[in-house]
């Protein structure tokens, strides 16, 4: 009798505990199913492997308190839709104190030459339930997308272009392309910017290619002040032909001024000499005899008779 009370009392007291940690596993359950969603993120519930919610309000989980299963019933992504991120992108990027192979590390611009070129590309979480359901590794997806971009788009352009005051264009071409790469792809994800970090020639050409630059640069000056010089001579060719074209349409109105008073008073004589031949010839012919002895600086009369005459310095 005595060891059935025994019995019944451990019974009862191993019953008890059981209760009690059954109740305690109980609270725990409940009690992790408790997820505090923070400022900046939002979350996304997978019940057994399916998006929990029927509409996009459902589906993503504000910050706040929210309640969830367990995680063998329950997987809760948490999303940082809040914050801007950033990423190196170095596919076609060779260091300089590397070699450049032919596996990659470089890009083949349009006019075929070569160039390596590193970028930072910042991006957004725009639609948290794409990211969650379709993306594991958002840097590999990002970096693919990218690195394609840069590929193609360098076949687009030459490498002077790329090199110099094409880089801005370059860079918003590479951000299109990849963004259109990540928007087939569903990844939830918007491209802000993309900058270029560095873009430059292979170590192992980039003597040459700097001296052929710096020969470009110097047969472009050169080609420059000989169009600057050309121009200064046109200029004063232009200027001294002005003038001649002047002078000489000054000299024309002179002489033809000259001439018309000439003819003027050709015409004026002319009938006066058909009225009175005698008087006119008589007129002019004083007229001229006295211009000519004007001009003279010694007369000289020579009486009739004398045919001899004597000049006395």
Do not use: H
């Not at 030459?113 to 639609?127: E, G, P, Q």
Request: glycine share 6%.
């Amino acid at each position: 009798m005595k060891q059935k009370t025994l019995f019944a009392d451990v019974l009862e007291t191993v019953t008890k505990y059981f209760l009690i940690l059954v109740i305690l596993v109980v609270i725990g359950i409940f009690l992790s199913g408790l997820r505090v969603v923070e400022t900046g993120n939002v979350a996304v519930v997978l019940r057994f492997g399916k998006l929990v919610g029927d509409n996009y309000e459902e589906q993503v989980q504000e910050p706040g308190l929210m309640f969830a299963f367990p995680y063998i019933i329950d997987e809760v992504i948490m999303v940082p839709t809040g914050r801007v991120m950033e990423q190196k992108v170095t596919t076609y990027y060779t260091d300089p104190n590397e070699a450049t192979t032919l596996d990659g590390g470089y890009v083949i611009t349009g006019d075929q030459n070569i160039a390596v070129v590193a970028a930072s590309v910042k991006y957004v979480i725009s639609d948290p339930v794409a990211y969650a359901l379709y993306v594991k590794d958002i840097s590999a997806v990002i970096n693919t997308s990218v690195s394609t971009a840069m590929l193609n788009e360098a076949a687009r352009v030459n490498v002077d272009n790329l090199l110099t005051d094409g880089k801005d264009a370059y860079a918003k071409s590479v951000l299109k392309r990849a963004q259109e790469k990540l928007a087939v792809m569903g990844a939830g994800v918007t491209l802000t910017t993309v900058e270029l970090t560095n873009v430059s020639m292979p170590e192992e050409v980039r003597d040459v290619y700097e001296a052929v630059n710096s020969a470009t640069v110097q047969a472009t000056t050169t080609v420059e002040r000989a169009n600057q010089y050309k121009a200064g001579l046109l200029l004063a060719a232009d200027s001294e032909a002005t003038t001649l074209v002047a002078e000489a349409n000054a000299e024309f109105s002179r002489k033809i001024a000259v001439a018309n008073t000439e003819l003027a008073e050709f015409w004026g004589v002319l009938d006066e000499y058909e009225q009175r031949p005698d008087v006119v010839k008589t007129r002019i012919y004083s007229a001229k005899s006295i211009a000519f002895m004007q001009k003279l600086k010694k007369v000289y009369v020579v009486q009739d008779g004398d045919n001899k005459i004597f000049i006395n310095p």
